[in-house]
């Protein structure tokens, strides 16, 4: 059966259709087809990222169910895109046209947590906050926490190896995820990794899946690495009269050794957006504010050494907060940043450029200057300690000029980055927004190899079509 024959007859039911197909080995919740409610899974939260209409959209809850999906889609050679909770900003859980939208959000189950082996055992639908908050009532930490952490599920946070504020001293998604049981394209169920603190047999296949996007296999349990759980963070905000002051102070933090729980960066218009939002009283003559975080034994002398830095190199202003209460009004603005510059002009494009810590002053410089080539607001707020950017481009999307002059910045930013040694995402992930990017920064040889290692996995190209290369 072709594609458009199977989006033809999904909605039939009959048994040779492809909804009769999948409801042979699914129950009838599990398999959605009214057109209004499948309309709902076609995107993510991208802009600028084409999307088709599903099929037919499927939420299992067994890994049984989802391997009779994959079997289902091989057989009729349909497409299967796999969706958490589509809160990510590359287009990488756009539906295609005539897919099965695989939705595991209802594959939701802690299965364990074992204090000793300090790890846990999840389902690809598990939020992240949810896990974060159940490891920590046996005083244990799952570290990556990216900004939509209170909705975001782990199977997403896998698919797309993400980040989050922490990265700069705990590392990203991929630091974490020891172990995978993954549904390949014809339904078969392989585990790779382990659940033991070492273990070096064969090819590294977890590491392969995560960041994948859903290309090469439907991850249905992962093992993931815990910590102990750390002290309560005090925050540090100091004040900059120029981004290359601020810059060259997190330099100084990280050449003098220091180790941060977080390292955020806000330039002035992300500073001006937070204060017309949300009326929380910033200097609206500040630059750029820098937020730095210690949850070391004595994070008091950790925030005096810093502030001493932030000083020496130009800080106007340095304010440590004294408790937890203080620490947290102090990150409420780096958290309200992205919703801040949604209200500038009602449309924004967020970019996630990635440069080394050395040329973040000259990727801040360069933003302003495309910023007013452009005639656009881009505001830049990063993940400075690790150099991860996210200049966010506001416009009018019902301004075509203004649409296209936003398209080309985010290019432009994005060559800006490879320019400075970066990459085109630090943790968001290349979907459908940058693939053409992506061939850029890998070369032929590497996206050569990166195909090949696809028709591997998924010779018939049925998963998540159309998205990396």
Not at 147 to 152: F, P
Not at 320 to 329: C, F, G, R, T, Y
Not at 393 to 398: G, L, T
Request: glycine fraction near 10%.
């Amino acid at each position: 059966m072709s594609r458009t024959e199977a989006q033809r007859t999904a909605e039939t039911g009959e048994p040779g259709s492809l909804t009769g197909r999948l409801l042979a080995g699914l129950p009838p919740e599990a398999v959605l087809t009214d057109p209004d409610v499948t309309a709902s899974y076609a995107n993510d939260m991208a802009s600028f990222c084409p999307a088709g209409a599903p099929a037919v959209v499927v939420l299992p809850r067994t890994v049984e169910q989802v391997q009779h999906v994959l079997r289902t889609a091989t057989e009729l050679g349909v497409p299967v895109v796999p969706q958490g909770a589509r809160t990510g900003l590359s287009g990488g859980a756009n539906a295609v046209d005539g897919c099965i939208a695989l939705s595991l959000t209802r594959m939701n189950r802690i299965l364990e947590i074992s204090p000793v082996d300090r790890i846990a055992v999840v389902e690809p639908g598990v939020v992240n906050a949810t896990l974060s908050r159940a490891v920590g009532e046996h005083g244990l930490y799952y570290p990556p926490d990216p900004s939509s952490w209170e909705t975001c599920t782990i199977g997403g946070n896998i698919g797309t190896a993400s980040g989050g504020l922490c990265c700069v001293k705990y590392g990203v998604t991929a630091e974490y995820v020891l172990g995978l049981d993954v549904v390949l394209a014809d339904g078969r169920l392989m585990s790779t990794g382990r659940r033991t603190a070492k273990g070096v047999a064969g090819y590294d296949l977890t590491r392969l899946f995560v960041g994948s996007e859903g290309s090469l296999g439907i991850v249905v349990r992962a093992v993931l690495a815990l910590r102990p759980k750390p002290p309560q963070q005090l925050v540090l905000a100091a004040e900059f009269g120029s981004a290359t002051a601020a810059c060259d102070a997190i330099c100084r933090i990280m050449e003098g050794g220091h180790v941060p729980s977080l390292l955020e960066l806000m330039d002035r218009t992300t500073v001006k957006a937070v204060n017309a939002l949300a009326h929380m009283g910033l200097p609206e003559s500040t630059e750029a504010l820098l937020l730095a975080a210690f949850d070391t034994p004595d994070p008091a002398a950790d925030l005096a050494a810093v502030g001493a830095l932030c000083e020496a190199a130009g800080a106007t202003q340095v304010v440590p907060a004294d408790d937890a209460a203080e620490s947290e009004l102090l990150l409420q603005a780096r958290r309200l940043a992205l919703t801040a510059l949604e209200a500038v002009a009602g449309t924004t494009m967020i970019d996630d450029v990635c440069v080394p810590r050395s040329r973040l002053g000259a990727m801040l410089d360069g933003i302003e200057r495309i910023a007013a080539t452009y005639d656009l607001t881009i505001g830049v707020c990063a993940h400075a300690g690790d150099g991860n950017t996210h200049p966010t481009v506001c416009f009018d999307a019902r301004d075509p000029d203004e649409t296209r002059r936003a398209r080309e910045s985010f290019d432009e930013i994005m060559a800006l980055g490879l320019e400075l040694g970066g990459t085109i995402t630090g943790e968001h992930g290349v979907g459908v927004l940058k693939k053409e990017w992506l061939a850029r920064e890998i070369g032929p040889v590497g996206l050569e190899m990166q195909r090949a290692v696809k028709q591997v996995f998924d010779p018939l190209g049925i998963l998540n079509p159309g998205k990396l290369f």
